[in-house]
Structures are given as structure tokens and as C-alpha cells.
């Protein structure tokens, strides 16, 4: 009677599904972006096709299709589907799998297919539980994830699967996504709304469909920009502090400024405030960024990044992302060199290299004690004697060699 019951409750829960899952695609032709992943004559497109789709992990943002293109393929293939949440699954249950997987291969010769959604939450004695049966091809392991596969998938594993990454779709793309759900919701929008709903929902194809429905559900006729902005309270400030987002825009962000760019530097500066970034780690990156680029092609760099790391401790947010903007705009328009990066770099290297060579005689300490041995002796005081200043300093063995080369402001080069 329980599975009757559980038969019945699944076909009335289809009624009261939310838009997102009653029109998640069924075929790659109902499946809107990854054209870079899925066109027409793309190598995972070919194997979906044909059958023969190898164990794969698919990463991406939420609403992206990981896991539609995941039933997709289960409802291509001839191969059986099973299904796992890393999220509640555990050893055990991963072992009962790969037994049905191994019974079923034997006795009918039929092939698994095992979808392990939210794979980066599979701890490591999980991952390999796995290996061996996707190292023999027992199953055919189809992952999602919305983390960076290469941080939270060991590495035995990652030598066995391919890796897809599905991007976040278009304004467009999620525009033909948004008209889909007003056809099946019956409603009306302007071209003006689609765009609308499709820049509110960042890229994320589920929460368009979310805003259409809600939005839909208060219009009384035409959906207008006041139903929109009501149905879409969750800004699309995709970023997690632990996750690729945090690297990816702390990245952009240096990169930005190096560049000489400040309007992309108050962009990502503001982006990762938003996504909840801690204001000391960004005023650190400042500060390393105002001696590793600018230097001495204009040392007061260094002076306004510490003064930011200053204010954000005194301060704090909301109103330190002042002086953090100040500061990103100084350091973006600052005249660039790596000069003293690169001195510092090469020295440590010959550090390395050939160990802490000491300095000549006359440099070494010339106290009373020192000149009992004869150190100090020979030194050239510059103030007394200007031929101090062309002595070179080096110990022997690297006399000659250069570390600091100035041109430009300091004047280094821009790079």
C-alpha cells in the first residue's frame, strides 16, 4: 500500500511543482544555453546522441542545467539511472548502488548510470568508495556541482571523469526561458519586462522562472516593472566567500587596478562587498598591490592603501567601502611600476640559491669588538667622502649584479 501511496502523492506533486521544475527541459533541443558545451557538433552532444557519455562532472552557478542535462542523458541512454544526493548519502548507501550496478551488468549485461548531484559534499572516504567502480566502468558517474571540481573532487577521481563547465546564461538566453513561462502561466509582459526579469535573475534560468511566477501571480494583467521588482527581492549577487567567486573577482579585482582601470575596480570592489567579503582581506590585497605594481613610481600608494586598512578598522562598514573606493581609484590611476617586486623577487632567488653570502670586511660591524678582527676596516663614509657613493655594496661574489632596475616613474614599466 506504501508504494501505491507513494505513486499517488508523486503524480499529485507534480500538480503543485514549482514552474522552475515543470518546465526543466527533456531533450537537448528544449535546452537553452551551453552552446560552447552543446552545439550541434560539440564532442558531449555527439555522446549523449550516441550513447556513450563517459563519466563526467558538470560545475557551473545555480540554474545553469547541471542537473537537467544530467536526466537528459539518463533519458537518452539504454543504461539504467540511479540517483544519489551527496547531500544525504553515505557509504553504505553508495556501496548498495555499485552492487545493484554490478548484479544488473552481470545478469543482463545492462549498464549504470549514477547521478551524484551536489558531488563537492561527498567527504573524501565517499569519493572513494567510488573509484573503483568508475575506474572499472561499473558505473558511469555523472556529477554536479556548483563548486570548482579541481578544489573539492580528489584527484584519483578527477583523473577518471571529464569535466564540463556550464556558464551562466545570456540576458537573451534567459529571455527565451522567461517566455516559456509565461506561455505555460498564460501571462502577458512587454519585450521591455522579459529583459527585465532576465537581468533580475543574473544569469540563473530557475530564478527567472521563480520571478514569473510570482510576478504572475499578483499581476491582474500585464506583468509591469513594480510585479518584478516585488517577485524578485533576491538580488543576483551570485558569490560565495569560500568558493571560486571569492578567487575568481579577488583576481579581476587586482587585475583591474594594475590595469589602470578604476571603473572595473569599483565594480568588483562593490560586487565583492555585496557578496559579503571581509573589508580587511580587500584592504590587505590593497596594500600588497600598492608596493608589488606602483612602488616607487609613486610611494604615496602605499601611504593611502594603509591609510583604507586604517579607516576599515576604525570605521567599518557600511561606510569604510569609502575609503576603500578612494583608495582602489588612487592605486588604479597611480602610475604603475614592478621594479621593486621584481628586486625583491631575483634577491631572494640568488638567497636561495647560493645561501646568505656574507658582506665584504669593510661593510660588517666596525664597533670595538668588530675591529678586533678587522672588520669595518676600509669603509668609506659617503657623507665625508662622496666616493662612497659609486662603491658597490654587493658581497664579492655578486658584485655586478642588478635587482633594482628603474625606468618610467620610478620609473618602472607598466605591467
Known sequence: MSDLFSDAASQRAAAFAPLAQRLRPRTLDEFVGQAHVLGEESALRRAIAEDRVRSSIFHGPPGTGKTTLARIVAASTGAAFEELSAVSATVKDVREVLARARERLGASGRRTILFLDEIHRFNKAQQDALLPAVEEGLVTLVGATTENPYYEVNSALMSRVQIYELEALTDEETAVVVRRGLAELGAEASDEIVGLIARRAGGDARSALNIVELASETARGPITE??????????????????????DFTSAFIKSMRGSDPDASVYYLAAMLEGGEDARF???RMIVLASEDIGNADPQALVVAVAAAQAVEHVGLPEARLNLAQAAIYLALAPKSNASYRAIDEAIADVRERGTVEPPMSLRDGSWYGRQLGKGEGYVYPHDDPSGFEVDYLPDELKGRRYYRPGGGDGGTKT
Do not use: L, M
Request: positive net charge.
Open 226 to 247: 513594480a510585479h518584478v521588482e516585488d517577485a524578485a527581492r533576491k538580488r543576483p549577487v551570485v558569490y560565495d566567500k569560500a568558493s571560486d567567486a571569492h578567487y
Open 282 to 284: 580587500i584592504a590587505r
